[in-house]
C-alpha cells in the first residue's frame, strides 16, 4: 500500500509539473490552442487523480473485501467445525444412550431370570421337604407296622436271651454246646447287640430251641424205654441223639464209653430241676 501512495504521488508530481510547463508557455503565447491544451491537461490531471483514486479504493477494496472474504471462509469453517464437533458429541450421546438401554434390558433380563431361577429353587425345596416328610411319615407307619408285625419276635428274643443264659450258659454240657456252630453264631451275635439280636440270630436260636424241645421229647421217650427196657439200648440211642442233635458231626462219639456218657446223662438229669427254676423265674420277669 505504501509502494501504491509513493507511485500516486510521484504522478501527481509529474502532472502538476506538466500542467506548470503548459501554464508558463500559455503566459508567453497566449494562444488559444495552448489555452486548450491547458485546460486539456488540467482535465487530464485531474482525470488521471480521479481513476488513481478510484484505482487505490478499488485496490483497498479488493483488499477489504479478501480480508473479509477470508474472515467469512474463517467463520465458516469454525461453524463447520463446531458443527462436525456437535454432530460427534450427539453420535457419542445416542451411542451412550443405546448402551445404556442395552444395559438395562440386559439387566431386567437377568433380574427376571434370577427371579425365575429363584422361584424354581424354592419350587424344589418345597417339593423336597414334602417328600422327606412324606418319606418319614411312612417310615415312621412301616417302624409301627413291624413293631406290630415282629412284637412276638420280640418276646420270642426275651424268652431266647433267657434261654442262652440259661440253657446254653449254664448248662452242664457247655464244654460240647459250645463247639456247635449254630451257637457261635448265636453268641456273636449277641455279644455285638445285647439289647437288640439280629433277626438272623432270632432264628438261629429258634432252631436251637426247636431242636432243644425234639431232644427233650426223645429223652423223655428215652427215658420210659430205659425203664422197660434194656440199659445198653438206652445208651446206644443217647449216642445216636447226641449226635444228631448236639454234635452235627462236630464232635465224633465213636471213642466214647458208656461209662461217660451215663455220667453226663446223670449230670443232665441232676440239672433238670435247677434250670426249670431258673426258666420259671425268667418268664415271671
Not at 81 to 110: D, F, G, H, N, P
Not at 130 to 154: A, D, S, T, W
Request: hydrophobic share 35%; glycine share 2%; charged share 25%.
Amino acid at each position: 500500500m505504501k509502494k501504491k501512495k509513493q507511485q500516486y504521488t510521484a504522478n501527481v508530481f509529474r502532472v502538476h509539473m506538466f500542467a506548470c510547463r503548459v501554464r508558463t508557455k500559455l503566459r508567453k503565447n497566449k494562444s488559444k490552442n495552448v489555452s486548450n491544451l491547458y485546460l486539456q491537461a488540467i482535465k487530464d490531471t485531474t482525470t488521471l487523480q480521479a481513476c488513481i483514486r478510484t484505482y487505490l479504493v478499488r485496490k483497498e477494496c479488493r483488499a477489504q473485501i479478501k480480508e473479509n472474504e477470508e474472515k467469512e471462509r474463517a467463520r465458516q469453517m469454525q461453524l463447520l467445525m463446531e458443527q462436525e464437533k456437535l454432530k460427534q458429541q450427539a453420535l457419542q450421546k445416542r451411542a451412550q444412550e443405546e448402551m445404556k438401554r442395552q444395559l438395562s434390558l440386559i439387566l431386567t433380563t437377568i433380574l427376571i431370570t434370577k427371579r425365575e431361577v429363584c422361584i424354581y429353587v424354592h419350587i424344589i425345596y418345597i417339593y423336597m421337604c414334602i417328600y422327606i416328610i412324606c418319606f418319614i411319615m411312612n417310615r415312621g407307619l412301616n417302624c409301627v407296622h413291624k413293631r406290630e408285625q415282629f412284637r412276638h419276635v420280640r418276646q420270642s428274643t426275651q424268652c431266647i436271651q433267657g434261654f442262652t443264659q440259661t440253657y446254653l450258659v449254664r448248662c452242664s454240657l457247655l464244654f460240647v454246646a459250645t463247639k456247635h456252630p449254630l451257637y457261635r453264631r448265636l453268641q456273636t451275635g449277641y455279644n455285638k447287640n445285647k439289647k437288640k439280636m439280629t433277626r438272623a440270630c432270632v432264628c438261629v436260636c429258634v432252631r436251637i430251641e426247636n431242636e432243644r424241645l425234639q431232644a427233650l421229647q426223645m429223652k423223655q421217650e428215652l427215658e420210659l424205654k430205659c425203664i422197660q427196657q434194656d440199659k445198653q439200648l438206652c445208651v446206644d440211642q443217647l449216642i445216636s441223639l447226641w449226635r444228631r442233635v448236639v454234635f452235627k458231626r462236630h464232635v465224633q462219639l465213636q471213642t466214647t464209653s458208656a461209662h461217660t456218657i451215663s455220667n453226663w446223662w446223670r449230670m443232665i438229669l441232676s440239672k433238670k430241676a435247677t434250670l426249670q427254676q431258673e426258666t420259671n423265674t425268667i418268664q415271671l420277669q
